[in-house]
Nanobody, 120 residues
Framework: QVQLVESGGGLVQPGGSLRLSCAAS????????MAWYRQAPGKQRELVAA???????NYADSVKGRFTISRDNAKNTAYLQMNSLKLDDTAVYYC??????????????WGQGTQVTVSS
């Protein structure tokens, strides 16, 4: 079993910054990709940023130039640096990982979510 634990959410004013962390632990052989999704009230969950094991990244158009995803593979941890935050960035942010466990089976995992609120 694999657990994803997120941290770093909170309340920030427009234009401010936050850094989210997602630490994976458990029966991990390798991690293929890690990503951040978000879900605002009344909306579908959407991809914010993703990072593959080879270092490729992709971002939602709405966050390009403002958000940066990074990984510390030695710590099985992903980060999301969020700058120039806008009111529309308010959502619950979820970490997702594609993990190959020690039994060599590839599975998908989600974190519990962390609230990000942008408000003046």
């Amino acid at each position: 079993q694999v657990q994803l634990v997120e941290s770093g959410g909170g309340l920030v004013q427009p234009g401010g910054s936050l850094r989210l962390s997602c630490a994976a632990s458990g029966s991990i052989f390798s991690i293929n990709s890690m990503a951040w999704y978000r879900q605002a009230p009344g909306k579908q969950r959407e991809l914010v940023a993703a990072s593959t094991s080879s270092g490729n990244t992709n971002y939602a158009d709405s966050v390009k130039g403002r958000f940066t995803i990074s990984r510390d593979n030695a710590k099985n941890t992903a980060y999301l640096q969020m700058n120039s935050l806008k009111l529309d960035d308010t959502a619950v942010y979820y970490c997702h990982a594609q993990v190959r466990s020690n039994d060599q089976v590839l599975r998908h995992y989600w974190g519990q979510g962390t609230q990000v609120t942008v408000s003046s």
